[in-house]
């Protein structure tokens, strides 16, 4: 099974700000077949990002996904109000499909 | 719109069972495989099972293998998972999603529509 570090565990934040999210692979993750998500309080998650790089329909372009191998990153321009969220990786490469633990981006 | 509505969550005594459903609408529902996804209180995302479109290939998480079972009537644009012998650590949201790509097979895919999802309590 392939385990996902997400770090770091809490990004404290201010709107406007831009904001770096790692996840890292315990084996090589072929073919790129990384997502993100966010998640708000009481909600249900939201894809982002597929492929590691490719957004999801009706995602802003401030959400970028990069990386290949074990490491990948999410990274968000410009903190707006409604992107102080959880972010979870996962990895769809090979059974069974892992999330990460998340990362909290929470208002500084 | 493009819609998956649970159903079927509740409390329910350990060793006991549980039968959720998901209403699909909005999209060729024949087109997708489906997945269950589960959320426990506080804690992180959890694949729990996927079918394919036609039924053919079936997928379940070890944790669940045995005791759950996923199926899908096409006709109603329903899915549905049978949990038999609940544990208290089955304890969790559980959240029917759609997979990004049409007539993926594996069991493997990212996930672009999600239900709001239905609360499963396991509690004596």
């Known amino acids: 099974e392939i385990v996902l570090t997400q770090y770091p565990g809490t990004l404290s934040l201010s709107p406007g700000e831009g904001a770096t999210l790692f996840c890292r692979a315990s084996q090589s993750v072929s073919s790129r077949s990384l997502a993100w998500y966010q998640q708000k309080p009481g909600q249900a998650p939201r894809l982002l990002i597929y492929g590691a790089s490719s957004r999801a329909t009706g995602i802003p372009d401030r959400f970028s996904g990069s990386g290949s191998g074990t490491d990948f990153i999410l990274t968000i321009s410009r903190l707006e109000p409604e992107d102080f969220a959880v972010y979870y990786c996962q990895q769809y490469a090979s059974s069974p499909q892992t999330f990460g633990q998340g990362t909290k981006v929470e208002i500084k | 719109e493009v819609q998956l509505v649970e159903s079927g969550g509740g409390l329910v005594k350990p060793g006991g069972s549980l039968r959720l459903s998901c209403a699909a609408s909005?999209?060729?529902?024949?087109?997708?495989?489906m997945n269950w996804v589960r959320q426990a209180p506080g804690k992180g995302l959890e694949w729990v099972s996927s079918?394919?479109?036609?039924?053919?290939?079936?997928y379940y998480a070890d944790s669940v293998k045995g005791r759950f079972s996923i199926s899908r009537d096409n006709a109603k644009n329903s899915l549905y998972l049978l949990m038999n012998s609940l544990r208290v650590e089955d304890t969790a949201v559980y959240y029917c999603?759609?997979?990004?790509?049409?007539?993926?097979?594996?069991?493997?895919?990212?996930?672009?529509?999600w239900g709001q999802g239905t609360m499963v309590t396991v509690s004596s």
């Open positions: 079918i394919s479109s036609s039924s053919s290939y079936i």
């Open positions: 909005g999209f060729t529902f024949t087109s997708y495989s």
């Open positions: 999603v759609r997979d990004v790509k049409q007539l993926v097979l594996t069991g493997l895919d990212a996930f672009d529509i």
